[in-house]
């Protein structure tokens, strides 16, 4: 009896953890930082953009719970030449419970390249455990490509 009730708890173990396995599979790899939609991918500086990002995927499989948001437009390496700062479009902080979050944003009158690579870079800012147990802040992102014409 107490064999079978051990495999019975066993057996519904390995299904929770299969189907949080699956979950965490359902999503990609960078969708643990959010998932972003940007409209529209054309634009000049004095336009509008919005920005909706779906933190869903982070939160529920990989318990990475946002801090901040950072918005900015880069040009990534290594199509940088070291002149090309990031272009801070905005830093949201993010509710408890929050699964999505939105900029409302003007293309600043900045320098851009006709023709440059530029992207459209969402940095989640969030805690995990640090070897105590105590939160250590860190950060990942996620990036969209960004047209910008003069």
Request: one cysteine or more.
């Amino acid at each position: 009896m107490k064999f079978a009730l051990a495999a019975t708890f066993l057996s519904l173990g390995s299904l929770v953890a299969s189907s949080n396995v699956a979950a965490r599979l359902s999503c990609s790899q960078a969708d643990r930082f959010g998932d972003p939609t940007l409209s529209p991918t054309t634009v000049k500086a004095g336009d509008t953009i919005t920005v909706n990002v779906d933190l869903t995927c982070g939160v529920q499989n990989f318990g990475l719970i946002p801090q901040f948001l950072d918005y900015s437009i880069e040009v990534l390496p290594p199509n940088n030449n070291g002149f090309e700062a990031p272009l801070i479009l905005g830093r949201h902080a993010i509710k408890a419970g929050a699964l999505s979050d939105t900029l409302v944003a003007k293309i600043p009158h900045a320098f851009f390249v006709s023709g440059a690579p530029y992207s459209l870079v969402v940095t989640n800012i969030h805690n995990i455990n640090g070897t105590d147990g105590s939160p250590v802040l860190t950060s990942g992102g996620v990036i969209l490509p960004i047209t910008i014409t003069s």
